[in-house]
């Protein structure tokens, strides 16, 4: 048996992607920006993409750049807000500790640049408080940046009303969308949002594209130079193809997000409850206010590293906020901004569920999960010091 548990990594593409690709790259296959009508018939097509990815967040077309990612969106939306901010001497930006990288070293390099980044706490279930955003308010804020779902841990942030509270104050919002677009309700007008980033290969479209919502009347700033292509935002000729298996991936995800959403939320939950029960665990972030897939336990006395070889042997694909994920030898920023200790934090492992999955590939995770931390335990020296009572087990 396989079980793909790592959705929030990247996704298998749908079959709907590809069928709406193929076409494009042997038959369609022109520059939307030549003039002759083979090259119009592209332009249409990519308009036509635009026109069905602008409907399902209830966004007019022009408000939608194509990028080659999460990445590139949120470094462009978080850029520009930065530098309409800066033309009106504000300098000020709120964000969270637990952003995705794309977010959090756009920020270090502005403060590089001279802008001031507070990051709000996101407690211990991983929820930011709409109140102490507003508190951190000032009169030179020009952007607040929230993403609208963890990746690691899953959360779901108060989206609508931290937007609200935006408004009120005549603050730029921006949304990092990767994990949430496809997979949960998404209204930019309800939502209040006026900047959004999503990226297909989180729900089911190719990798190296995605898209920016930006309100109209927010001037962006340019990250690639060159041609005037998507209004003369974003340089370089489309990727059509990709553009339209984008746009099939999210027609078809937002078709039958109510069916698997329900789906997902109960295999989440037997998942939840079958980790549960392992001695010293704990799951990480709020056990509602989460992805319909997502899975997060810390497991004491065990590296998440070894954990993840384990259970590649047993064939589950699944992910760990631990060192070599990262490069580096800290645990995971998310696990530490909410509140757990290195030891612990080293010892989490991320499932993040398909639409696909089944009560018996749960039972098969849980089954495993549970052997693989008792096998780890056995020959692990801090195990061996918490069962002595030579240290204190925290969970
Ligand atoms: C995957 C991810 C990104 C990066 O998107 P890419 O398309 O891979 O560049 C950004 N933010 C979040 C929350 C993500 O999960």
Redesign the pocket.
Known sequence: MMIYADN?ATTKMSRAAIDAMLPVMEEDYGNPSSLYTFGQRAKEILEEARSQVASVINAEPREIIFTS????A?NQAIRSAAMLGKKKGKNHIISTAFE?H?VLHTLKRLEQEGFEVTLLDVHEDGLVRVEELEAAIREDTCLVTV?FA??EIGTVQPIRQIGQVCKNHGVIFHT?A??AMGHLPIDVKEDNIDLL?A?A??FHGP?GI?FLYVRKGIRLTNLIEGGAQERGLRAGTENVASIVGMAAALKESVAHMKEDTDHMRKMRDLLIEGLARIPHSALNGDPVKRLPGNVNFCFEGIEGESLLLLLDDRGICASSGSACTSGSLDPSHVLLAIGRVHDVAHGSLRLSLGEDITEEQVEYLVKNVEEVVEYLRSFSPIWRRLVKGEAEFIL
């Open positions: 929030a990612g999460g990445s590139e949120d995705h794309a993403m963890n990746n990092d990767v994990q980033s990226s290969h989180k990798k995605g």
